[in-house]
């Protein structure tokens, strides 16, 4: 990996699945339940993250169809970071040395990514996912935890206003993620960056302002390279 020098960017807002981690989570978690499983929840992602159709149609349905555990999530959590991007460690290292703010916004299970999040040295107040309850009190987690605007299609958006509101955020803005969600904040950011190393969407790169097919392109479109 190049020596990264003066950042680009104040802060960047990372996705998780497929950008940070080579997997996705509730597909993952899926294939706990069987191939039959897998295939038909793995649909119902790629249609929703190449925006074939709209997240809020599909999100509590795999949940239900799933009924993941804690037992579950947690296998989730070590997968996640198993997985990890290959340069996404040495690239968080880069951002914090360099003052620049970090947030995590995802459609994925919080509980699954904040270990994923502390190994990049992320807090738990900069991630953004989606919290579960179990409506029966057991250990099965297959509810939404009250309003949780991430499982749906508008919430990066969401998320994205907030933190402007708060005026938390260093500019210039980049928003990284390989998703039609994530593309769905490029009007709020200063810069929409499609992360292809690990799954490429057309669509997504259509309206993305730069495309990074590895971390260390990501690196170079982040920071101005040390000569």
Known sequence: MSTPARPRVGTVLFDADSTLSAIEGIDWL???????????????????MNGLM?????????????????????????????????????LFAALHAAGVTVHVISGGLRDALLPLATHLGVSPEQV???SLRSPRGDDVLDALDGDQPLSTQGGKPVIVRRLLYANTMKRPIAFVGDGSTDAAAQPLVDRFIAFTGVVRRASVVAVAD?????????????FHTAP
């Open 30 to 48: 899926a294939t706990l339940r069987g191939p039959d499983m897998a295939r038909e929840i793995a649909v119902l992602t790629d249609c929703a």
């Open 54 to 90: 709209p997240l809020d149609d599909v999100y509590v349905e795999r949940l239900a169809r799933i009924r993941p555990t804690r037992r579950d999530l947690d296998a989730l959590a070590r997968a996640y970071i198993e997985r990890i991007v290959p340069g996404t460690v040495e």
């Open 128 to 130: 953004h996912a989606v």
């Open 210 to 222: 730069a495309e990074a097919r590895s971390m260390d392109e990501l690196t170079a479109l982040l």
